[in-house]
């Protein structure tokens, strides 16, 4: 098999592997409704939550679980570094931008969690401790992933979980670049002093 078609077959297959709206499903099922039209308007477990807190757990786990097929997919075809990462980033974008709902999708930072706990999970272990102890202090969800997204490329080039490989650190680099970006609307709250804390009344 061609290199071409390989890379092709990888972030098509884990592309699509991440757009699986599971929020969106799970709560249209159970709910009938759309959770695109309340809260954040995203399909990711934050929002689900907010319709239902055991939907919003279930969410998680599917969400973290695509990407973790999307990775070991990639690994049975190609068990290199740079192959799991892109296989990482197409699942986050799938996340992010489903074909199925018009490219309006979550943040991708469950998918992101699921995807590179198979590629690093020692960073991701480190990545999730800062995510808790950022909450635990601030009380924001959304400072704990973006503070927990953007150590985690600076972990893995610490702890050597790339395999040597620099392509691989720069899809997952990129991959958490985009997650943040993601959160501009929360970025924008914070700085704005208006972003929900856990346990703040609304």
């Not at 699921?114 to 272990?125: D, E, Q, R, T, Y």
């Amino acid at each position: 098999m061609s290199t071409t078609l390989l890379v092709t077959l990888i972030a098509g297959v884990s592309y699509l592997l991440g757009s699986i709206p599971f929020g969106y499903l799970l709560v249209r099922i159970f709910r009938g409704e759309d959770v695109r039209a309340s809260g954040s308007g995203n399909i990711g477990a934050t929002n689900v939550s907010r319709k239902s807190p055991a939907l919003g757990i279930l969410t998680l786990v599917l969400d973290a679980v695509k990407g973790t097929v999307a990775v070991w997919t990639a690994y049975a075809v190609a068990p290199t570094y740079p192959s799991m990462s892109l296989a990482a980033l197409c699942a986050v974008l799938g996340h992010m931008f489903p074909v199925w709902l018009k490219f309006r999708g979550g943040k991708g930072v469950a998918t992101g969690l699921g995807s590179f706990i198979v590629i690093a999970p020692k960073a991701v272990l480190v990545a999730v401790g800062i995510f808790i102890a950022v909450v635990a202090v601030f009380r924001y969800v959304s400072l704990g992933s973006i503070v927990a997204v953007a150590f985690f490329p600076l972990l893995v080039y610490e702890m050597h979980a790339y395999g040597s490989a620099p392509m691989a650190l720069v899809l997952m680099a990129a991959s958490s670049l985009l997650i943040i970006a993601r959160h501009q609307q929360n970025i924008r709250r914070l700085l704005a002093g208006t972003e929900n804390r856990i346990g703040a009344k609304r």
